[in-house]
């Protein structure tokens, strides 16, 4: 079984500031790591992958992501946030089931970013 | 790349009619397609998986009776909303993947009210 946790459900910085979600997850596998972006009433955007290799992830929009598997994180970050980054942002797992040919995605639930002036 | 569309993006109906929702893969082959839910101010919740050609699998606890789900070619996927009732109103979002990549693309999702 695979579960994902996103600590806090709302953050809120100011422009130009750090921007920090954090993501925990199990999996009884390895797991694939997923950052997703949800504008209001669209649907998801992949922002960043891990699947293996390299931990340190970079992905669209000056997004970023550590794999820390001795943490069972994959926290999502931004040195400098924009005004666009307002959005909500689902961290996810995938069961990468051994045999099929697609993985099932289990998400967190979802931290919604505001960004200040 | 990797464009998934979905049609239509709001759709009203009647408490007891039927609706469809089309997925489609709009630059590539999805050997796998998903539905999922998404109620106001959550997280989404995956419906049903379905391979081109197969029966979908259902989640724990989705009517297959009520969400009748096909997949009948590489670039297609539907979901009929059988006698759809006002708790059927959601947000419903498709996404496609490949066998290769394991990664999947989201549509833009379609809201559905029933009225």
């Known amino acids: 079984a695979q579960s994902v946790t996103q600590l806090g459900s709302h953050v809120s910085v100011s422009e130009g500031a750090l921007v920090l979600l954090r993501c925990n997850y199990s999996s009884s596998v390895p797991p694939y790591l997923f950052w997703y972006v949800q504008y209001p009433n669209q649907g998801l955007q992949l922002l960043l992958k891990?699947?293996?290799?390299?931990?340190l992830v970079k992905g669209i929009n000056g997004f970023e992501a550590e794999f820390k598997k001795s943490e069972t994180s994959f926290h999502l970050t931004k040195p400098s946030a924009h005004m666009s980054d307002a959005a909500e942002y689902f961290c996810?797992?995938?069961?990468?089931?051994?045999?099929?040919?697609?993985?099932?995605?289990?998400f967190g639930q979802g931290t919604i970013l505001t960004v200040h002036p | 790349g990797a464009v998934v569309s979905q049609h239509p993006s709001r759709v009203i109906c009647k408490s007891g009619t039927s609706v469809k929702i089309e997925c489609r893969s709009l630059d590539f082959q999805a050997t796998t397609m998903f539905w999922y839910r998404q109620f106001p101010k959550q997280s989404l919740m995956l419906m049903a998986t379905?391979?081109?050609?197969?029966?979908?699998?259902?989640e724990q606890g989705v009517e297959k009776d009520k969400f009748l789900i096909n997949h009948a070619s590489l670039t297609l996927s539907t979901l009929t909303v059988t006698s759809a009732h006002p708790e059927d109103s959601s947000f419903y979002i498709c996404?496609?993947?490949?066998?290769?990549?394991?990664?999947?693309?989201f549509g833009p999702g379609t809201r559905l009210l029933v009225l």
């Open positions: 379905s391979n081109e050609g197969s029966k979908a699998t259902y």
């Open positions: 996404s496609a993947s490949t066998s290769g990549t394991k990664t999947q693309y």
């Open positions: 891990y699947t293996t290799g390299a931990t």
């Open positions: 996810a797992v995938s069961d990468q089931a051994s045999g099929t040919s697609y993985g099932k995605l289990t």
